[in-house]
């Protein structure tokens, strides 16, 4: 009998759909490291566990009767990892990982400024999920194990890290170095000692810099500069300020060079302030949008929301039992408990009426394209998404500071 040819796509790939041999479910992330440095170098790094995992899944199809050449297969898989809205650049410049990644800022903004990624990881499953409809790589998974920090090649110039600021923040508690999640900080150390990559890029909430008194943001800077001999530099940047956004998101920015690598260190400088020329109304959606974004009449809040919110030319912020309204015009901060209940996500008057933004508004008050896709998971995950991810603009013009001193 004649077996069936088959057509093969990167999704076949997880782990419910064909049972597994490396640490799954870290299948998708070799393979698609792998071919996104085909024609680098890098690949090599990964080449082994990549054709492992190709050969496991041509056998497994095998038993079900289904036939698959190795070298067809992986041109396949080449070709759509290769077929995203953001393809590596061909011509790149400098290497860089991406470490809790998100929904990738930081890659959007390198790529932007020439660097190629060749390392990617991140836990959330749904984060994973958005990053490789945009970039065509799953991101390995959880950093703090061992294994996942081997797959990082030995050489890169950049190591980008917005390391999870819930710890640090207002709406996190604040406690720090004593959450789990503050400690994650200690594994970019580790990276960071390994590796020594030449320059570091890191990205927080701006409580970082009070928390403990200070005692926080000292240990980190020390971490940099005494025990691993970089030159640190941090400030804080607001994305209305720095970013031609309209969105008021106050962050902490630290980048720190190794000097042993990187001869005019002290030419770095962060961007300087430029003017806002953009309002909400070249980020808001136009025309009616769905209705399940509009207040009904008879929803218990109306009358409150109708009175206060007068202005079509601002964002307003429910806030438990009364409404505030964004007296710059722009967006409120965006943040990760959005559509989670308690800081709800932010509002507006439209000519419909009175409705929440949307995901792709969030996306847009970020500074993603409008060609950013959006995949198809829960507006709360969305949301979720916007509000824990970077301002890419922002993170694109420090970039652009960065390569002029390297």
């Known amino acids: 009998m004649a077996k069936n040819k088959h057509k093969v796509s990167i999704e076949e790939f997880d782990g419910k759909n064909y049972q597994i041999t490396l640490t799954e479910p870290e299948d998708k992330a070799v393979l698609t490291h792998y071919l996104h440095n085909v024609e680098n170098g890098v690949s090599k790094h990964y080449k ?4 492992k995992v190709i050969k496991n899944f041509v056998e497994y199809k095998e038993n079900d009767n289904i036939q698959i050449v190795q070298e067809e297969a992986l041109q396949q898989l080449l070709f759509e990892v290769n077929n995203v809205p ?3 650049p ?26 190629k990624c060749v390392y990617t990881s991140e836990w959330d499953k749904s984060a994973k999920k958005t990053y490789r409809e945009n970039f065509g790589e799953t991101p390995f998974g959880d950093i703090t194990k061992e294994s996942t920090k081997n797959y990082i090649p030995e050489k890169f110039d950049v190591l980008c890290a917005g390391f999870p600021c819930q710890a640090f923040s207002i709406a996190g508690n604040r406690k720090g170095f004593a959450d789990t999640r503050g400690t994650l900080f200690f594994d970019v150390e580790d990276i960071i000692a390994k590796h020594r990559p030449k320059a570091v890029f890191l990205e927080n909430v701006k409580n970082l810099v009070t928390h403990d008194k200070g005692k926080t943001f000292k240990t980190i800077v020390e971490v ?11 400030s804080i940047l607001n994305s ?6 309209p969105q008021n998101r106050e962050r902490i920015f630290i980048v720190a060079f190794d000097p042993k690598q990187v001869k005019n260190v002290n030419n770095f400088k962060f961007p ?6 953009k309002t909400i109304h070249d980020i808001l959606e136009k025309g009616k949008q769905e209705e399940k974004y509009y207040y009904p009449k008879s929803h218990q809040y109306y009358p409150e929301l109708k009175k206060t919110m007068t202005s079509k030319d601002t964002v307003y912020q429910w806030r438990r039992v009364y409404v ?25 008057k439209d000519d419909f009426g009175i409705r929440k933004l949307t995901p792709r508004e969030c996306f847009s008050f970020q500074g993603y ?3 950013y896709i959006l995949p198809n998971l829960a507006n709360g995950r969305l949301y979720m998404q916007a509000g824990n991810s970077v301002t890419t603009t922002l993170i694109e013009r420090i970039a652009n500071k960065i390569m002029e001193v390297l």
């Open 86 to 88: 953001f393809p590596t």
């Open 272 to 277: 300087e302030k430029i003017k806002l020329t």
């Open 240 to 245: 209305l300020t720095h970013a031609n956004i």
């Open 324 to 348: 505030r309204e964004n007296k710059s015009n722009a967006c409120p901060t965006l943040t990760a408990n959005m559509g989670t209940g308690g800081h709800n996500v932010p509002l507006i």
């Open 224 to 234: 940099l500069e005494k025990k691993l001999g970089y030159k640190v530099f941090s």
């Open 369 to 371: 394209p409008k060609n």
């Open 48 to 51: 082994k566990d990549a054709l």
């Open 90 to 115: 061909k011509d790149y410049k400098f290497k860089f990982i991406d470490l809790f990644a998100g929904i990738g800022g930081f890659r959007l903004a390198l790529q932007n400024t020439g660097g």
